[in-house]
């Protein structure tokens, strides 16, 4: 059996296209630093289920799209969690090398925080965090300034530029 967790409506968001990727997700409001945006929402799924679901996902978005979208977060040494649902809002935010929130485990639920002030109709973005393996597969188009191409979490940064 598969647990749905379902998020309480968040009175700071709204979905539309995005100038990153496809639908993002935007302030409808101004959000102070430190706020609980949305939780990440979705199936509980054991470890398990979640290596073979992250499998198929990574299967399906390659060939559609080159970004691999994986929507799957751990949770805990039983749980994982697939975000990737239809009432699951925070599956449209994207990732950014400049965000202004960042995912946070609270009691083993994930909250999307603002790390920053963000501004009503500012698109809300955070660090995906990928590994360092495969990240060529994963190119980053947030256009910031500090953009290093790709989707990466910037404990890795450091690696890229010695690479060039
Ligand atoms: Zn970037």
Request: proline content about 2%; overall charge positive.
């Amino acid at each position: 059996m598969v647990k749905k967790r379902k998020a309480e409506k968040s009175p700071y968001i709204k979905v539309k296209k995005s100038n990153i990727h496809n639908k993002g997700v935007y302030a409808r409001k101004d959000i102070p630093k430190g706020a609980k945006i949305i939780e990440y929402v979705g199936e509980l799924i054991t470890k398990k289920e979640a290596d073979e679901r992250a499998d198929k996902q990574i299967d399906k978005s390659n060939k559609k799209i080159k970004n691999g979208a994986v929507y799957i977060f751990e949770l805990n040494k039983r749980y994982d969690i697939d975000g990737n649902v239809s009432w699951n809002k925070a599956r449209f935010i994207n990732h950014s090398c400049n965000p202004n929130a960042e995912t946070e485990d609270e009691d083993g639920h994930i909250w999307i925080k603002a790390i920053k002030p963000i501004k009503k109709g500012d698109e809300i973005t955070y660090n995906y965090g990928y590994g360092w393996e495969d990240y060529k597969d994963h190119l980053c188009k947030c256009g910031s300034k500090n953009c290093v191409g790709y989707i990466l979490d910037q404990k890795h940064w450091k690696k890229l530029k010695k690479g060039k």
